[in-house]
């Protein structure tokens, strides 16, 4: 669970101090650079998972494409002088980790902050291209104790926080940055355990030092770098959501609704081996909520001679429809009612304007379901509350007053300065006064008065005859 982020010269986030609780919705104009936000997560994200240049090129470029410059993720871009980005990350990471070979491992702590900072070296020599260099990396506990003034969204201390808050008094470090000789030298030290700490010099580095973990002999570092893998970005395409799956496809549905029938199939006979039914029972009714389809039931078909899986709906009227006869916003609402079924899927879920698609009258539905999603932080966590996170970004009014006050920043931008006598745009987010967020800002908070123009009409307002004419 991302509790804490900031960031600093990557894009337009300058400056940038955030706090997320199990859901948050970001609600602002386009072009603000709300979008960024969650490029920094999944660009945290990939650098846990592969090399900097890599992690680089797999994110969002500016334009919208991607691009094999690493200038383009910095605020300053192209510009002369240095290139600049920082990070933190402020975590509760999960309590058991399994290793690449299988084997299980606890941290010796749960609540950590990661903190990163990446520089820009041009080409030279033969190269072609620059990239990015590892300037400082950092792995540090949080104390338990500590957690009530860290935690400051409305959540359970006996049935939440003292269950996934956990930790041995211990102030050192699982990852520090020292100098050796004017060069950058990462180190990893022994996680519970006496021993001199593993040196490796930062400058030629391809990757980030907690991208490298990978076996439970450094359990607290690999649960970190779990919990980063696990920040995923939704972005379901309807073709990907049509498609049938073969018997032998994976069973987790990708971010894109990939292998949607055989995910449900699995979900319904792991919850439930002797009656499969009941899971597809409690899908159709959340998908039922969606006005204008009238479902009695689903189930996902078996056909053996193919071995493809299907997921079928059944109307009250009799008539069966294939998913790849639905709409695009009744698949990406039945790919999600599929998710919250799912206990495996856990960690950060951020999703783009989940209303498109959706008629008014469903919103909602929809915002009830993506709140839905995440933990409930007044119960402990179990198989019928999994540890999971939503950040959602949005431009519509619906949504914004469908949203609690308390879960709702308010994107803008402001100009903010920079080095020397530099200025530049950045994204500006700001919690509602009176809402937890609001007493820990340090620029300010928004009013009611921010948000009007998302309140000038009501959600499922409808346009009579009478007023279209007019």
């Known amino acids: 669970m991302l509790t804490r982020l900031e960031v ?20 602002g104009e386009n072009g603000t650079g709300k979008s960024n936000v969650f490029d920094a997560i999944q660009f945290l994200s990939l650098l846990a998972d592969r090399s900097m240049i890599e992690a680089a090129q797999a994110v969002r470029g500016t334009h919208g494409s991607l691009h094999g410059d690493a200038r383009d993720l910095f605020w300053n871009g192209y510009a002369e002088g240095e290139h600049l980005m920082t990070f933190a990350a402020e975590m509760i990471i999960p309590g058991e980790v399994e290793d690449d070979f299988g084997r299980l491992a606890e941290p010796t702590s749960t609540f950590l902050r990661y903190e990163l900072r990446l520089g820009y070296q041009p080409p030279r020599g033969g190269e072609r291209g620059g990239r990015l260099t590892l300037l400082y990396e950092d792995l540090s506990k949080i104390r338990p104790r500590d957690a009530a003034s860290q935690l400051r969204f409305p959540h359970s201390a006996k ?20 100098l050796d000789t004017g060069d950058a030298v990462v180190q990893i030290h022994a996680d519970g355990r006496r021993g001199q700490p593993r040196p490796a010099p930062a400058s030629r580095a391809p990757g980030t030092m907690l991208s490298t973990i990978n076996r439970n002999d450094d359990p607290t570092i690999l649960a970190a770098r779990r919990e980063m893998q696990s920040w995923r ?11 049938s799956d073969r018997y032998q496809d994976p069973s987790t549905m990708q971010p ?15 919850k439930s081996p002797d009656d499969p039914a009941r899971v597809y029972s409690r899908v159709a009714g959340r ?32 008539m069966e429809l294939p998913a790849r006869s ?5 698949l990406r609402f039945l790919a999600l009612c599929v998710l919250l079924e799912d206990p495996s899927a856990q960690g950060l879920l951020c999703m783009e304007e989940p209303e498109n698609g959706i008629h008014p009258a469903n919103l909602l539905a929809m915002v009830n379901l993506v709140r839905d999603l995440a933990v409930d932080p007044s119960e402990p966590v179990d198989e019928d509350n999994p540890f999971r996170q939503v950040l959602i970004n949005t431009h519509s009014p619906g949504v914004v007053q469908l949203v609690d006050p308390a879960d709702l920043l308010i994107a803008d931008t402001a100009t903010v300065p920079r080095e020397g006598s530099k200025t530049a745009r950045a994204l ?8 937890w967020r609001a007493g820990g800002v340090e620029k300010g908070y928004g009013t009611v008065a921010d948000i009007l123009a998302y309140l000038t009409s009501p959600p499922q307002a409808r346009l009579t005859l009478e007023e279209s004419a007019s």
């Open 8 to 27: 600093d010269g990557f894009k337009n986030l300058l400056d940038l101090r955030v706090e997320f609780g199990p859901f948050t919705c970001i609600a």
């Open 159 to 178: 049935g939440f926080r003292n269950t996934v808050v956990r930790g041995r008094p211990s102030t050192a470090p699982y990852i520090s940055t020292s």
């Open 233 to 243: 970005r939704l972005a379901l395409e309807p073709s990907a959501l049509r498609t």
């Open 256 to 270: 894109d609704g990939l292998h949607l029938p055989r995910s449900l199939d699995r979900i319904a006979r792991e």
């Open 287 to 318: 998908l039922s909520d969606l006005s204008g389809l009238h479902v009695r039931t689903l189930h996902v078909e078996a056909d053996d001679t193919r071995e493809l899986l299907t997921i079928k709906l059944h109307e009250i009227d009799g």
């Open 326 to 330: 639905l709409s695009e916003g009744t």
């Open 428 to 435: 500006r987010l700001r919690p509602l006064a009176g809402t």
